[in-house]
């Protein structure tokens, strides 16, 4: 079946834009999570879904990024206002009861300029 | 704050020879998975450990979870250059929760 898929691939910005990341998980997957991969931090947890709620969402570094997700599926990642510490690869993956093993797309690679 | 650390960063290696990559933290793991990741791809799953002491074996590769459910270890025999790739571990604190991962083994196997 489809893997989860993420759009767009690249994005480059001018800082001081926001930007919208796509994120369509595996059909079925009750979870969802995003998480951002920067050279020499390696994989770094932002947030994530329950179906459309969000439990835990510790690990958004500022208060200009944000999330949502609606009808239990494709979820957004918004941030605001973009700085040039926010380039970096952002990944999302998927998962399910009962293993809840996690599933990732091939992420978005964002360049602040 | 849960830790995984990872080594070695880096490893490169003749084709053929074995290696070892370690995950090591000081917090208990229900579970532990590792990742395979290539340049421009997201990581891809190779094996989830849950029970301490665990072995599972995926053709020439061998994850071991520690007893204590701290610790794991990836060994590779015979490695080959379709090998290299970023070896990535990450806990998991149970259920749905996000996953903690370490920085990552990069590892090239040299033809």
């Known amino acids: 079946g489809a893997g989860v898929s993420q759009s767009p691939s690249n994005k480059v910005t001018e800082k001081g834009k926001d930007v919208e990341l796509r994120c369509d998980p595996i059909?079925?997957?009750?979870?969802l999570y995003w998480y951002r991969q920067s050279l020499g931090q390696g994989l770094e947890f932002l947030i994530y879904f329950q179906g459309n709620s969000a439990p835990d969402k510790s690990g958004l570094p500022s208060d200009r990024f944000s999330a949502e997700r609606t009808g239990g599926s494709v979820s957004t990642l918004t941030i605001q206002r973009t700085q040039q510490e926010d380039s970096a690869v952002y990944l999302c993956a998927s998962s399910s009861y009962p293993t809840y093993e996690q599933y990732f797309g091939p992420g978005t690679r964002l360049t602040v300029t | 704050t849960q830790l995984l650390e990872q080594s070695p960063q880096f490893l490169s290696i003749q084709e053929g020879e074995n290696l070892t990559v370690y995950c090591n933290s000081s917090s208990v793991f229900s579970s532990l998975q590792w990742y395979r990741q290539e340049p421009g791809e997201g990581p891809v799953l190779l094996v989830t450990?849950?029970?301490?002491?665990e072995v599972k074996k995926l053709k020439r590769l061998t994850f071991q979870f520690g007893d204590a459910r701290k610790d794991s270890s990836l060994h590779i025999t015979a490695a080959q250059p379709g090998d290299t790739g970023l070896y990535l571990c990450a806990g998991a604190g149970g259920g749905a929760d996000g996953l903690t991962f370490g920085k990552g083994t990069h590892l090239i196997i040299q033809p």
């Open positions: 450990v849950v029970t301490g002491g």
């Open positions: 059909s079925g997957h009750t979870a």
